[in-house]
């Protein structure tokens, strides 16, 4: 499984991203998907998981009413809505998949098998 995330950038506090992970492979649509950000001198911490059918979906209490998760198994893609920017927000985003069967999603990074190379979100005061 092959991660490619994409759409971070420099945005003012206030504005929107919305950030694609495009899977590869067929079986996409059985994986369980998550988006975790890494800031500088921090460790790498949860944003947003969403399960394999798409029907649970979890956000981190500090991003909770701004970001939101979905996926698009017709394109292999997961997304991160981003509203409402903060500063804090700014970090290096990934995402992964967590590829067991029938389980997840999780907010634990050792529990994903694949990971994206990231992308960076910066957000200007």
């Known amino acids: 499984v092959q991660l490619q995330a994409s759409g971070g950038g420099l945005v003012q506090a206030g504005g929107s991203l919305r950030l694609s992970c495009a899977a590869s492979?067929?079986?996409?649509?059985?994986?369980?998907m998550g988006w975790f950000r890494q800031a500088p001198g921090k460790e790498r911490e949860f944003v947003a998981a969403?399960?394999?059918?798409?029907?649970?979906?979890y956000v981190a209490n500090s991003v909770k009413g701004r970001f939101t998760i979905s996926r698009d198994d017709a394109k292999n893609t997961v997304y991160l809505q981003m509203n409402s920017l903060r500063p804090e927000d700014t970090a290096v985003y990934y995402c992964?998949?967590?590829?067991?069967?029938?389980?997840?999603?999780?907010?634990?990074?050792?529990?994903?098998?694949?990971w994206g190379q990231g992308t960076q979100v910066t957000v200007s005061s």
């Open positions: 992964a998949a967590d590829i067991r069967p029938g389980v997840g999603p999780t907010v634990v990074p050792y529990e994903y098998d694949y």
């Open positions: 492979g067929r079986t996409f649509s059985r994986y369980s």
């Open positions: 969403i399960s394999w059918s798409g029907g649970r979906t």
